[in-house]
């Protein structure tokens, strides 16, 4: 896993939206995973900036969400879909088309589930998976006790996630119970895993995934078997880390390593 501890929320949006641009940059048909949740919006509005003065273009670009709740009509203003049409997919030049959430009105939440999947392969897998992490240590809506090998299926959500989402509605007896969420086992097929935390109030669940044993009650700790995680923190999300010392030590020397490889 590469640690890397940054200043501030804007640097962690930024470090972020520059790993997506130089992947897009280097392969447009690229296919992205994306989060929703309040942790990507910095790095949504920073992309769809240099989307807006020309300097990346995401019109042949892939992507697929991590989750959408259950029960949610495609246009309400809460659905996930709805969050990415407005702060990503359109202000960017995304071709809706080729935007994928997993369809959590489908009358077969179980076939729509397996069809996720399926069109995930089809389109050659995810090349690189943005991520954030709940309080209680789950990536996507994979709750703890989650199968670390788990695939996508409905899950019920925590009363800790119902509480922590209710801020994007009117009250917590309107935030749905169920979503379909990509597995642990999907996520980690990923070629490259991109975590962004931020703020203090993440710091025990980063302490716990980074740091700690791989168990099923911290779901991101299966990202320790993923040969390619890339984790970026502001300083708060990285406070309780025992080691940041030693992250910060081994992020110097590479990017000397990476400083020393660039062109002359
Ligand atoms: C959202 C998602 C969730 C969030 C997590 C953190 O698609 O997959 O796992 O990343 O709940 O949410 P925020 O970013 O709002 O703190």
Request: charged content about 20%; aromatic content about 6%.
């Amino acid at each position: 896993m590469r640690v890397v501890i940054l200043d501030s929320e804007q640097e962690v949006s930024q470090r972020a939206a520059n790993l997506i641009c130089e992947l897009v940059g280097s392969k447009p048909d690229a296919v992205l995973g994306l989060a929703t949740g309040g942790t990507p919006l910095g790095t949504y509005r920073e992309l769809v900036d240099r989307c807006q003065t020309g300097q990346i273009s995401f019109s042949t670009t892939t992507t697929f969400n991590l989750d959408e709740y259950v029960g949610l009509d495609a246009d309400h203003p809460q659905s996930y879909r709805s969050f990415m049409r407005q702060n990503l997919f359109e202000p960017g030049d995304f071709n809706f088309d080729r935007c994928h959430l997993p369809a959590g009105c489908s009358r077969d939440l179980s076939q729509a589930c397996q069809s996720y999947e399926a069109e995930i392969v089809d389109a050659g897998g995810i090349d690189l998976q943005l991520l954030g992490i709940g309080t209680d240590g789950h990536i996507a809506f994979n709750e703890p006790g989650s199968s670390l090998a788990s695939r996508t299926r409905v899950k019920a959500l925590t009363e800790q996630t119902r509480t922590d989402n209710a801020r994007f509605f009117d009250s917590l007896d309107q935030v749905p119970t169920l979503a379909i969420t990509m597995g642990i086992g999907s996520i980690l097929d990923a070629r490259h895993i991109v975590l962004l935390a931020m703020g203090a109030g993440k710091a025990s669940a980063v302490r716990a995934f980074v740091e700690g044993p791989i168990t099923a009650q911290v779901p991101a700790s299966a990202l320790q078997l993923h040969p390619r995680v890339t984790v970026l923190l502001d300083q708060a999300a990285a406070s309780w880390l025992v080691r940041r010392d030693y992250y910060q030590h081994v992020e110097n020397i590479q990017r000397q390593l990476e400083q020393s490889e660039e062109p002359a």
